[in-house]
């Protein structure tokens, strides 16, 4: 696949492995002090993962964790829109929108975004739409039902196949609405309506969906499938973070979602090396 994804008015090589930093900014993620005070911390926090070396930086106004409570429209704009006017006046690094609220797309595109990220795939009523007016690239992630019911007893015959067949069928929704392949990034969506073995093998089998000839988005950091099998409570899942962003590198993901930015750069820094030599 053509490996520049155009975001905006900066391009991405992806013929190279990408960092993009996690940027919450969700009341449970902010500290207790007022807007302001939140505000300036997020763009330190953008700052300070820019400077690690992300690439994007993924601003999400919406707690997408199993169980997350619904946040409206509104509550989710006031908390994402100033974040992402003060990252685009401040930083040089590529914004992606981790939203699923056609409002929330179009301001965000309006101020300076150059990805929307969309872990519902644009299945809510005028995000299609919304998403191919901004003209931005858009992450597909697979997901079933919501947060609160998403993770009781998911089942599939073949986790990897019918990820698969989800991916094309929404990459096929895109095409209808003009959103061309040339602007689609591709994701499986670890921990979204998956069991543990439902994750691990999908990671395992995360090569077949090259056969959609898109760049993969993989966002394994911290995550429960990590804490299950270390046994690791979710401040204690750096390494095995780590491991998975090696994996996923060598399984040809291009771009790593994650909240340890430096420590994912010297990952993808050492296989670039080991790639690069004779
Ligand atoms: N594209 C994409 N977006 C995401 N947003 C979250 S929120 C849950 C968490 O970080 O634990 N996960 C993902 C992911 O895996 N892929």
Redesign the pocket.
Same mark, same amino acid.
Not at 187 to 192: A, L, Q, T, V
């Given at each position: 696949h053509p490996a520049r994804l155009s975001c905006g008015s900066r391009v991405l090589d992806l013929s190279r492995p990408h960092v993009m930093g996690?940027l919450?900014v969700t009341p449970d993620s902010f500290s207790d002090g007022g807007q302001h005070a939140n505000l300036d911390a997020a763009l330190r926090h953008a700052q300070a993962m820019v400077a690690a070396g992300a690439t994007l930086i993924?601003v999400?106004g919406e707690?997408?964790?199993p169980g997350a409570r619904v946040v409206s429209p509104l509550e989710e704009l006031e908390r994402v829109a100033p974040v992402v006017e003060a990252i685009a006046r401040e930083l040089d690094v590529v914004i !992606?929108v981790?939203t699923s609220t056609p409002a929330v797309m179009r301001e965000a595109a309006r101020l300076g975004a150059g990805m929307i990220?969309?872990?519902r795939s644009l299945a809510r009523d005028g995000a299609l739409d919304a998403a191919s007016d901004s003209g931005l690239p858009v992450?597909l992630?697979h997901m079933r039902g919501e947060p609160a019911d998403m993770q009781n007893a998911p089942r599939y015959e073949d986790v990897t196949a019918e990820v698969r067949s989800f991916l094309e069928a929404r990459m096929q929704a895109c095409a209808s609405v003009g959103i061309g392949a040339e602007r689609i990034?591709l994701?499986?969506?670890?921990?979204?309506a998956k069991t543990v073995a439902h994750n691990l093998s999908l990671f395992k089998r995360m090569e077949s969906l090259h056969a959609l000839g898109r760049p993969l988005?993989?966002?394994? !950091?911290?995550?429960?499938m990590i804490g299950n099998v270390l046994g690791r409570d979710v401040n204690d899942r750096l390494y095995g973070s780590l491991a998975l962003a090696a994996l996923a590198v060598d399984k040809g993901a291009r771009i790593l979602?994650v909240?340890d930015v430096a420590q994912t750069v010297d990952v993808v820094r050492m296989i670039a090396a080991v790639e690069a030599a004779e």
């Open positions: 996690i919450n993924d999400g707690s997408t964790r !992606s981790d990220n969309d872990v992450c992630m990034v994701d499986p969506g670890f921990g979204f988005l993989v966002g394994v !950091s911290r995550k429960s979602r909240h």
